[in-house]
């Protein structure tokens, strides 16, 4: 297509939102007008499933949910008056919480404010709040957020040695819907450890987020913990910020959660629309529709050309992964659906995997995220009428023109600036970009079997771990792995019993192993006395 040709088709496809600043390019995508009008009634579909899940649809059969993450940031669209006071007193439950923490009304025991955020999570209650502290905090925040996102032992430890003589001003929030997933109850066990250590009461500074009535509030509620705030069982993980999830940590680093409920609201209103052209997440999910061929078969780059924004290829990551990434479709068929997601930063990519991006395999799509603000104010020349944001704008066009030269499709996503409301705005636009695609692949984004299978799987690990243990603490001498498979009755499970006293060997956990390490046929296995 030539220069003329391209520039008309760009006027065609560029989407733009006056009161948000935010434009989005998918004409670098090639896909041609049969394709789109194929595409419509597929999207007439989608917008009609959208509005019924707004309206309290069960989205989620297999635990009997529905999906209102919209609702929390416009409460009037919730379906019982009940609901929509919920959602409003929430926010200002959060607000007038964080600030007595701010002016000193709430305070640790030994000091006269809290200095930190210790936040306990995993998955979307971990990304969300990870994202924003990222892309919105200042460098000088009120409290200063740290992370436990997982259960490694030297990670955790990591957090602690850093927090060091300020665990005592910290303000520790665990966060888990239903309080018995393992990362975070691990995480919180280990964090109660250090607070006794050092001589400190554990519940004075912590704070539950959690559904009423979970092992966590019953926890919170016995212990007599800080404070606590609700999660509702229709909030999925990876839909969850602008949930009391994502808010609390926000709202106590001084980022404004108004404004970002406020944008994410003004991009919902646009992706609303129940028109192809003038919906922002429609022509986001034709893309990926028209780029995988309905089946995924393209990977998508996010490249947000932003330090701030460095960690949005993470949390797009997990909401377009989980959401999308299934086995079967809503009508019982074996389709293997998903989108795998991957990202840096530009221009950081300029000198790492571009190159591959440009020659090597066509096997993605390139999602270029830019921000037209530079930074606050005037930027001085490095060369005569350059500024470094020049250059950071000539490294995205020039990446967008020579992938498109190659024969490599990109969408660009444009923002005047990082904010709360363009942060926000971003959330809703890919929240609703995964459920419209969802509809065009006849599959349900809201729940994540595979998931909850590897959680059962983890379980009959730690399980078998303890039968390898009773075993063999009965016998007086070394046995095979061959004999203990045998004694425990599962000689189908001999590789599994392998890894477990391998790991339990390296740790010192009362397992000793004798004989080649490399052989496990060799192995001789005891307990220690």
């Not at 434009?23 to 394709?35: G, T």
């Not at 007439?44 to 959208?50: L, S, Y």
């Not at 602690?160 to 109850?185: N, Y």
């Not at 930074?375 to 992938?403: C, H, N, V, W």
Request: with cysteine; hydrophobic share 40%; glycine share 8%.
């Amino acid at each position: 297509m030539d220069a003329t040709a391209l520039w008309q088709r760009y006027q065609q496809w560029l989407y733009f939102h006056e009161g948000l600043g935010l434009y989005l390019d998918v004409s670098r995508m090639r896909f041609d007008d049969a394709f789109v009008e194929a595409c419509r009634p597929k999207f007439k579909k989608a917008f009609v499933e959208m509005a019924e899940l707004e309206k309290g649809a069960i989205a989620n059969p297999d635990e009997n949910r529905m999906v209102g993450h919209y609702w929390l940031r416009n409460p009037d669209l919730a379906p019982t008056p009940e609901l929509t006071q919920e959602i409003a007193n929430s926010i200002e439950q959060i607000e007038a919480f964080v600030e007595q923490v701010h002016t000193g009304g709430i305070h640790p025991p030994q000091g006269p404010r809290f200095t930190d955020i210790l936040s306990i999570g995993i998955g979307g209650s971990a990304l969300g709040p990870q994202f924003v502290a990222e892309a919105l905090a200042s460098e000088v925040p009120p409290l200063q957020i740290h992370f436990i996102d997982n259960t490694d032992p030297v990670g955790i430890d990591r957090i602690l040695s850093h927090l060091g003589d300020r665990l005592s001003s910290t303000l520790v929030l665990v966060i888990s819907k239903s309080g018995g997933t393992p990362e975070p109850r691990n995480g919180m066990v280990e964090v109660k450890r250090a607070f006794a250590a050092q001589n400190l009461d554990f519940a004075k500074n912590a704070i539950a987020i959690t559904m009423d009535g979970s092992k966590l509030d019953n926890i919170a509620t016995s212990e007599g913990w800080l404070a606590k705030f609700p999660m509702y069982d229709w909030v999925g993980g990876r839909t969850s910020e602008m949930s009391t999830v994502g808010l609390v940590p926000a709202a106590l680093q001084g980022i404004d959660i108004r404004a970002m409920l406020q944008g994410a609201k003004e991009m919902d209103d646009a992706t609303r629309v129940a028109n192809l052209e003038n919906n922002p997440a429609a022509l986001l999910a034709l893309s990926w529709y028209f780029a995988g061929n309905g089946k995924g078969e393209k990977d998508m780059v996010v490249l947000p050309y932003k330090d701030s924004l460095l960690l949005f290829s993470r949390y797009l990551q997990q909401l377009v992964m989980e959401s999308l990434g299934k086995e079967k479709d809503l009508d019982g068929n074996i389709v293997y659906q998903g989108i795998a997601v991957y990202g840096n930063k530009g221009s950081t990519d300029q000198h790492a995997y571009v190159q591959q991006l440009r020659e090597g395999v066509p096997n993605f799509f390139a999602t270029l995220i830019e921000v037209l603000e530079d930074r606050p104010g005037k930027s001085s020349e490095i060369e005569p009428g350059i500024t470094p944001g020049d250059y950071l704008s000539g490294f995205l066009q020039g990446t967008r023109q020579a992938l498109y030269e190659n024969h490599r499709d990109s969408i660009t996503v444009t923002i005047p600036q990082v904010n709360a409301r363009t942060v926000g705005a971003l959330i809703a636009l890919y929240d609703r970009t995964v459920g419209l695609y969802a509809s065009l692949v006849n599959i349900n984004a809201y729940h994540q079997p595979g998931v909850e299978a590897g959680k059962k799987a983890a379980a009959a690990i730690l399980e078998l771990q303890t039968q390898v243990m009773e075993v063999l603490k009965k016998e007086s001498t070394p046995i095979s792995l061959a004999t203990l498979a045998q004694k425990a009755g599962m000689p189908e499970k001999i590789e599994s019993m392998y890894m477990i006293v391998r790991h339990l060997h390296a740790n010192q956990r009362g397992v000793v192993l004798e004989g080649n390490l490399g052989q496990p046929a060799s192995l001789k296995v005891a307990v220690s006395l």
